[in-house]
């Protein structure tokens, strides 16, 4: 999936409570991306706060999470999108025709260990790297975080 406007494509990171996955994702894509797509991440139920694990991990590897906070998924949110990515919130997470959907399975990290919360990051890094490369078959991206510590 390729766009040829100017305008890049915007995609949209869902989990539920908007605290972990998603932001992670969102994170990511932000960092690898270098404005090339636009990042989004909300949440069917967001919480009151991204996962403080979760935020201290993120933070550790040198990404910054200190605007992130959890939002809802609406319709339009998802009509606006190039593509919705779920994680976890299945069948709560507005369907909108046109969209694509792609479901990560992905374990939840919050409540979870350093040890765990890094490799939900892992998996997720790798995934969000792979997903910039079909939105953009040219961009060059930067090392992997993960590579870096």
Known sequence: ??????TPPQVVFAC???GGRSVISRVLAEHYAGGRVIALSAGTQPGDHIHP????VLEQLGLD??????????????????MAITLGCGEECPYV????????????????????????????DGRVR???????????LPPSVLAQR
């Open 16 to 18: 539920v409570r908007n």
């Open 97 to 124: 025709p046109g969209v694509k959907y792609v479901d990560w399975p992905v374990a939840d990290p919050g409540g979870q260990d350093e040890d765990t919360v890094r490799e939900i990051i892992a998996d997720l």
């Open 53 to 56: 694990e979760v935020a201290a």
């Open 130 to 140: 792979d997903l910039l490369v079909e939105l953009n078959p040219d961009i060059e």
């Open 65 to 82: 999470t200190s605007a992130e906070q959890p939002t809802l998924l609406t319709r339009e949110t998802v009509a606006a999108s190039t």
């Open 1 to 6: 999936m390729t766009t040829t406007s100017s």
